[in-house]
């Protein structure tokens, strides 16, 4: 895009619609938030400014986006509403901010997190020279939204929101969906002529539309071939369909990518996991955000992968196997009812049935280390910080105390486990 880009992002809204304690725009999905995922998609848009317009609960929101926004944008600035009073005034502080910005000014929500990078793209080319260019849609569902007004040529000329619509307009099936790109120089004295002549007495940005009309503009619209993307989220039941959708996207993209999700139905993939070619995940396996697996691995069936888990090429993790902040080695296998935690298991170690790293001790997490080429007994119990050098073996049952460093080679068992003999026969020295 040639011109420089500014995006602001507005969630100073309540959302008291949700019912839960968590501020609207943090609400999970697929692994980040609901203002999270409306950001990125604009990330490949390259904007020179992106700020965000907050209100309700900011501290905690502010905290929350940067974190989750780190590495991702250059620059991102956090402004305070105040007592929202429109999307018109939230739009006037994000350009308050913009001081000096000359170029186009995307406008974005941070509830509508299904909206694709693509399509705002589109949407800022559509622009031209005009002031303005709109996104338009024919949901199923138009309740509550503004309605798209057009002259008998079938021009764009104005927005009028639901609450204010005469009989005929609220037939119009044509809707807003919020999303617009303007030339800055053109929105600044929109935006200070706006007036809350309306119902509910707000700053509508919509009321942009009929000014740059008044002022001899022809504005482009953009219609979006697929509605759900402008979908926002206003209750939990919004948020299970919105995240159904993203779910799908998610799968597919993996599918593409040649990993062969028997089930995508009964498979839930967070967003930022990467997956190699070859690698199968059998059905009712969940992976966690972050988590990094193979080419050719075997996941599942009844899997579930947390934050941060590795799987290097060919490893397996199986039935009934949760792993956390563990990272398995090439080839190496767990492949029966275990949970790894903060473990670090070498090439082609072999995980026995049942195995658990205790690596909790109620107040601090502790590491476990598996050598490469080690054979972990069934039932085995490695309470954490535990060492298992490369090729060495505990039998089954076995729990190893917290602090054991269990050398190359050896085989160990018992309760609790203690040295027996090498592996591969030999006489054992005795216990210190
Ligand atoms: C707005 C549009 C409507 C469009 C609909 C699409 C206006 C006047 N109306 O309606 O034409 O069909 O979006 O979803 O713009 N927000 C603030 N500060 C405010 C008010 C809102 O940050 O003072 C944020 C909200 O958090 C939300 C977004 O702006 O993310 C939209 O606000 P909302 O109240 O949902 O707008 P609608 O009345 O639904
Ligand atoms: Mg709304």
New binding site residues.
């Given amino acids: 895009m040639s011109r420089p880009l500014a995006v602001i992002c ?6 008291k619609r949700t019912r839960v304690s968590t501020p ?2 943090l609400l999970p999905l697929c692994g980040r938030s609901l203002a999270g995922t409306a950001l990125r998609a604009v990330r490949e848009l390259e904007p020179a400014r992106v700020v965000v ?3 309700h609960q900011m501290e905690r929101v502010q905290a929350a986006l940067q974190k989750e926004l780190e590495g991702v944008f250059a620059r991102v600035d956090y402004v305070d ?1 105040g007592a ?7 739009v006037q502080v994000g350009m308050q901010a913009l001081a000096g910005f000359v170029g186009d000014v995307l406008v974005i ?4 997190p299904l909206m694709t990078g693509e399509t705002l793209r589109e949407l800022c080319e559509l622009r031209g020279d005009a002031p303005c260019s709109a996104l338009t849609a024919y949901p199923e569902d138009i309740n ?3 309605r798209i007004l057009r002259d008998d040529q079938g021009r764009f000329v104005g ?1 009028r ?1 639901q609450r204010d619509c005469s009989p005929e307009e609220l037939a119009i099936d044509e ?4 999303f617009y790109c303007f030339d800055s120089e053109a929105l600044r004295p929109a935006l200070a002529r706006l007036q809350p002549n309306n119902a509910q007495g ?1 700053y ?4 942009c539309i009929a000014d740059f009309v008044a002022g001899g503009a022809e504005l482009p619209t953009l219609e979006a071939l697929d509605a759900t993307e ?1 979908q ?1 989220v ?1 209750s939990l039941a919004d948020l299970a369909m919105a995240q159904a959708i993203m779910q799908e996207r998610i799968l597919l993209q993996h599918l593409d990518n040649g990993v062969l999700i028997v089930d995508p139905g009964a498979t839930w993939i967070d967003h930022d996991v990467e997956i190699g070619a070859d690698t199968v995940i059998q059905p009712a396996t969940v992976i966690g955000k972050g988590c990094r697996i193979g080419r050719g691995c075997e996941v599942g069936p009844f899997a579930h992968l947390r934050q941060g888990t590795v799987l290097e090429d060919g490893a397996a993790l199986g039935n009934f196997v949760e792993a956390k902040k563990a990272h398995l080695g090439a080839g190496a296998k767990a492949k029966h009812l275990t949970y790894l935690g903060d473990a670090t298991v070498g090439a082609k170690a072999n995980i026995g049935c049942g195995t658990i790293t205790a690596n909790y001790d109620g107040v601090h997490k502790h590491p476990t280390q598996i050598g490469a080429g080690a054979f972990i007994g069934s039932g085995t119990v490695l309470c954490a910080p535990a060492t298992v050098g490369a090729g060495a073996m505990t039998a089954a049952g076995a729990v190893v105390k917290p602090g054991t460093s269990i050398p190359d080679g050896e085989l160990w068992l018992g309760v609790p486990a203690r040295f027996l003999r090498r592996r591969g026969g030999g006489e054992g020295k005795q216990e210190a």
């Fill in positions: 507005l969630a100073a809204g309540l959302g609207k725009v317009v907050l209100h509403q929202p009073r429109g999307t018109g005034h939230a929500y941070g509830d509508c509550g939204l503004g927005i929101e809707v807003n969906c919020g707000e509508y940005l919509t009321d402008a926002g206003n």
